[in-house]
C-alpha cells in the first residue's frame, strides 16, 4: 500500500548525508548537503519568527518547512553542482530542469497523503506560489552558505576566485538585507551567535564511537527526524498546525546537546536518576547560554519545543500538559492556540533515524558491535508498534539488515 513513509523518499533524504560541498576546495572538514540543509532551516525559523513579528501572520509557516524540504529533494537530484553552473542552468533551462527533477520525484512525492506532489510542483512552477516564504528560504541558503564559506576562507584566503566568491555571496545577502532578521545576524552579535552555535552541530558527529558510512552529525540527524517527522504526521492525515508544531520540534529536538554533546541512550539508562540529572544540566544550560542570544518572547517557544521533547503535548493557558496518546491529543487538543505537539511520534522518528542510519552503514560493509546492537535493539523494539493510523513496524523492516529480516 502507497505510504508517505515510503522507502525510496527517506533513502533519498539519507542521500544529502553524502553530498560533499566545496569539494573542489581546500577544507578542513567535510561539509555536506544535509548538514547545509539542516542549518539552512534553522537559518529560516529565525528570519521568519522576525518577519511574524515585524508583520503578523505575514509568513505561512506550513508553505515554509514544504518549501524547505521541496528545495532540499531538488538540490540532492541535482547532486553537488557547482553554483555558478546552476544558477547559469537554473537562468536559461530552469523550468526544463525543474520538470526534469520533480519527474525524477514524482514516483516518490506522489503517495506523501494530502497533496504533497501538487505544492511540490506549485513551488518549482508557479511564480505566485509562497513567494515571501521561497525569499526567506533563499537568504537562510545564502546565510548558511556564507556560514560555510567563512571558515573555508580562513583557511585559504589566497586561493585564486575565492574573492569573488565572498562578493557573489554578500552580494546575494544584500539582496535580502530589507529582512529584519538579515539585519539581524549580519550584526554578528546575539541572532549571529545562536547561528553559530546551531552551526556547530555539524562537528558532533552520531555514533561516535564507531565507524559509519555515511557518517552524520548531530545537525543532520535534526532534520531528518524533523523530516520523518512531517511524513508520519501527513501519513496519519493530521491538522496543517499539528505538522507544523511536529517539524519545528523535531528539528529543535537535540538542540540541548551543542552544550552537553551527545549522551547516549545505554549511558543514560545505566543509572537510576541520571536522565533526570541530565535533564536538569541541558535546561540550567539552555537558561544561562543559548536562551539569551534570543528575543525574550521566544523563549518559550524554545523551551516548549526542546524540553520533555519526547511526550505528546499541548498549551493551555500558557501552561504544557502532558498528552497521554496520540488520540487524545487529536480528539481534545488539536487547535492551533493549543501548539499541540507529538513528541511520542518525534521519539519514533528519532529511533527510525538511528535505526537507518545504523542499518546503511552495515548494509554498506562498515559495521561493529555498537552499530550491530542497536539496530538489533532498536529493531525489537519496533517489531509491532503502531502509533495512531503508523505501522512503525513496516517502516523498520523496510531498512532492516538482512541478518534482521
Known amino acids: 500500500m502507497p505510504t508517505s513513509l515510503n522507502h525510496g523518499l527517506i533513502s533519498l533524504f539519507y542521500d544529502a548525508a553524502s553530498i560533499r560541498r566545496w569539494n573542489d576546495q581546500v577544507n578542513p572538514m567535510d561539509f ?25 501572520a505575514s509568513v505561512n509557516w506550513l508553505r515554509l518547512l514544504e518549501g524547505g524540504i521541496f528545495e532540499m529533494l531538488h538540490r540532492i537530484v541535482l547532486t553537488d553542482v557547482k553554483p555558478p553552473v546552476f544558477h547559469r542552468m537554473m537562468s536559461e ?8 527533477v520533480v519527474g525524477r520525484l514524482e514516483p516518490h512525492t506522489a503517495v506523501v497523503h494530502v497533496g504533497f506532489h501538487d505544492r511540490l510542483c506549485q513551488h518549482f512552477f508557479d511564480s505566485t506560489y509562497a513567494l515571501p516564504e521561497k525569499r526567506i528560504l533563499k537568504a537562510a541558503h545564502f546565510l548558511a552558505t556564507q556560514w560555510e564559506f567563512n571558515i573555508l576562507y580562513q583557511l585559504c584566503p589566497f586561493i585564486n576566485g575565492i574573492e569573488a566568491i565572498r562578493q557573489e555571496i554578500e552580494n546575494q545577502i544584500e539582496d535580502h538585507y530589507d529582512l529584519l532578521g538579515v539585519q539581524k545576524i549580519s550584526l554578528k552579535r546575539k541572532t549571529a551567535g545562536f547561528v553559530d552555535l546551531c552551526g556547530q552541530l555539524r562537528f558532533q558527529k552520531r555514533w561516535s564511537q564507531s ?3 555515511p557518517p552524520t552529525s548531530v545537525l543532520g540527524h535534526m532534520l531528518l527526524v524533523a523530516a520523518l517527522t512531517y511524513l508520519s504526521l501527513r501519513e496519519a492525515r493530521v491538522s496543517d498546525h499539528r505538522i507544523v508544531n511536529g517539524f519545528l520540534a523535531a528539528l529543535f529536538h537535540d538542540l540541548p546537546e551543542v552544550l552537553t554533546r551527545d549522551i547516549t541512550s545505554p549511558i543514560k539508562a545505566a543509572v537510576e536518576g541520571l536522565d533526570d540529572i541530565i535533564k536538569e544540566y541541558e535546561r540550567r544550560q539552555m537558561e ?6 534570543l528575543p525574550q518572547n521566544w523563549h518559550d517557544e524554545i523551551r516548549y519545543y526542546t524540553e520533555n521533547e519526547f511526550d505528546n503535548r499541548a498549551r493551555v493557558d500558557g501552561k504544557t500538559v502532558r ?16 501548539k499541540p505537539v507529538d513528541g511520542e511520534i518525534i521519539r519514533c522518528c528519532d529511533h527510525l533515524a538511528a535505526f537507518i542510519e545504523a542499518s546503511l552503514s552495515i548494509r554498506h560493509g562498515i559495521t561493529s558491535k555498537h552499530l550491530a546492537e542497536g539496530a538489533e535493539r532498536l529493531f525489537m523494539m519496533y517489531r509491532t508498534r503502531k502509533v495512531g493510523p503508523i505501522d512503525f513496524a513496516s517502516v523498520f523492516a523496510a531498512f532492516a539488515p538482512e541478518n534482521l529480516t
Do not use: C, S
Request: charge should be negative; proline fraction near 5%; glycine fraction near 4%.
Open 32 to 56: 555536506t548537503e544535509l548538514d547545509k540543509q539542516a542549518h539552512k532551516m534553522i537559518i529560516a525559523y529565525v528570519l521568519a519568527k522576525f518577519a511574524d513579528e515585524a508583520q503578523a
Open 211 to 213: 565507524p559509519r558510512i
Open 323 to 338: 498528552v497521554a496518546t496520540f488520540e487524545e491529543l487529536g480528539a481534545n487538543y488539536d487547535r492551533p492556540a493549543n
Open 288 to 293: 544561562d547560554r543559548l536562551l539569551p542570544l
Open 93 to 100: 533551462k530552469g523550468r526544463e530542469l525543474n520538470q526534469w
